[in-house]
């Protein structure tokens, strides 16, 4: 793979985490659920159609990406967001139609992420997402996105069902312990980069728990919102968010704003 941007230097094209980055990202996830389950299911598209139409849009976003040299808030956050639903598409393929158990399908995906951390670290000697200034650097980063998304929809499901937690209980878990990753980081010295990697593949399971809890029936454990109104909700909220940091710039880095 080229190293190199096509043409012009190449900004970073990754957000500063800040509060906003967190708070889309953990809406990207809950959509990502609720949507996969609204395609599928409300709008009976079936999960091998809702595949593959969602991982076409996701490519041609993704190709949209790459070809940029700086961090475009609109389009990052799209891929962002197609990427949740397809993570959530893949564990559901492999549960639902392969009948994969979500034990297996947990752990074929940390491995499956570590692996990539493993490739991107002996590649790149970093996996700071401050410094993906180059093609190579945002594919491992994509695909470490994608392996998250996948990682955290099956080991949500395993803690929600599988071990019959409930929705709302698994999303109080999982919050839980992200908030014990930001107490290590912030008092205990835990490495930044390893608390952000920590964090971003909890905030998927915390935010589809949320997504199950406020779309599911009643009698499921949720609060019966359907898909519908839950994804339309998160979804214009993160339109919202989005078009205020494009219009303030608040989560542009440094290079970038200097180089405008």
């Known amino acids: 793979m080229n190293d190199r941007p096509l043409s012009g230097p190449m900004l970073n094209k990754v957000p500063e985490v800040i509060l906003y980055f967190w708070i889309i990202k953990i809406l990207c996830t809950t959509v990502g659920e609720t949507a996969a389950d609204y395609l599928n299911t ?10 593959y139409v969602m991982g076409a849009l996701l490519l041609a ?31 559901d393929n492999l549960t639902d139609h ?8 947990t752990l074929v995906f940390t491995a499956a992420l570590a692996a990539v ?16 200034r180059t093609r190579r650097r945002e594919a491992f980063y994509w695909l470490a996105v994608l392996f998250t998304f996948a990682l955290g929809t ?3 499901d395993l803690a929600a069902e599988h071990f ?9 878990l999982f919050a839980a312990v992200i908030a014990g990753v930001g107490f290590a980081h912030l008092y205990m010295e835990m490495d930044a980069i390893l608390a952000f990697w920590i964090a971003y593949v909890l905030t998927r399971p915390f935010g589809a728990s949320v997504g199950d809890w406020l779309s599911q029936a009643r009698g499921q ?11 339309l909700l998160f979804l214009a909220t993160i339109l919202a968010l989005v078009t205020y940091l494009t219009a303030t710039r608040k989560d542009y880095g440094a290079a970038v704003k200097n180089a405008e």
Do not use: C, D, H, N
Not at 123 to 128: A, M, P, W
Not at 221 to 231: D, M, Q, R, V
């Open 42 to 51: 409300t709008m009976r598209f079936g999960l091998t159609q809702t595949t």
């Open 61 to 91: 976003v993704l190709l949209v990406q790459l070809a940029l040299r700086k961090y475009v808030p609109g389009i990052y956050w799209l891929a962002v967001v197609l990427l949740s639903i397809v993570g959530t598409l893949i564990t």
């Open 98 to 105: 392969f009948g994969v158990s979500l034990v297996t399908t």
């Open 117 to 132: 951390f493993v490739a991107w670290f002996a590649s790149e000697r970093t996996l700071s997402i401050r410094t993906i």
């Open 154 to 156: 099956a080991a949500g």
């Open 164 to 172: 019959s937690l409930g929705y709302f209980p698994s999303a109080i």
């Open 221 to 231: 454990g949720g609060l019966g919102f359907g898909t519908t109104t839950t994804s």
